[in-house]
């Protein structure tokens, strides 16, 4: 059975910064592309960044020069390195990632940013 277990959430002040780790365990063979998605209260879970196993990545618009993913393929774990947070960044965070060619998702960990 694979797992996705995210970490690294809390609650900071706005232009403080974040890293969120997310590792893939359980019996695995591949692992493609592994990404970020927020849901705040009441609104839809939205992207926030992919990246591919060879390293391509994608971000959304409202977390470009701030937020950097990464990952790193010997531990299967993707990271969100989060810089210069403000309060509309607040969400639950998810994980998500191809694993063995099926969709997995973490349970998510919550991000909070004060003003």
């Known amino acids: 059975q694979v797992q996705l277990v995210e970490s690294g959430g809390g609650l900071v002040q706005a232009g403080e910064s974040l890293r969120l780790s997310c590792a893939a365990s359980?019996?695995?063979?591949?692992?493609?592309?592994m990404g970020w998605y927020r849901q705040a209260p009441g609104k839809q879970r939205d992207l926030v960044a992919t990246?591919?196993?060879?390293?391509?990545?994608n971000y959304a618009d409202s977390v470009k020069g701030r937020f950097t993913i990464s990952r790193d393929n010997a531990k299967n774990t993707v990271y969100l390195q989060m810089d210069s947070l403000r309060p509309d960044d607040t969400a639950v965070y998810h994980c998500?990632?191809?694993?063995?060619?099926?969709?997995?998702w973490g349970q998510g960990t919550q991000v909070t940013v004060s003003s």
């Open positions: 998500t990632g191809v694993v063995n060619y099926k969709d997995y």
């Open positions: 990246i591919t196993s060879s390293g391509s990545t």
């Open positions: 359980g019996s695995i063979f591949r692992v493609n592309t």
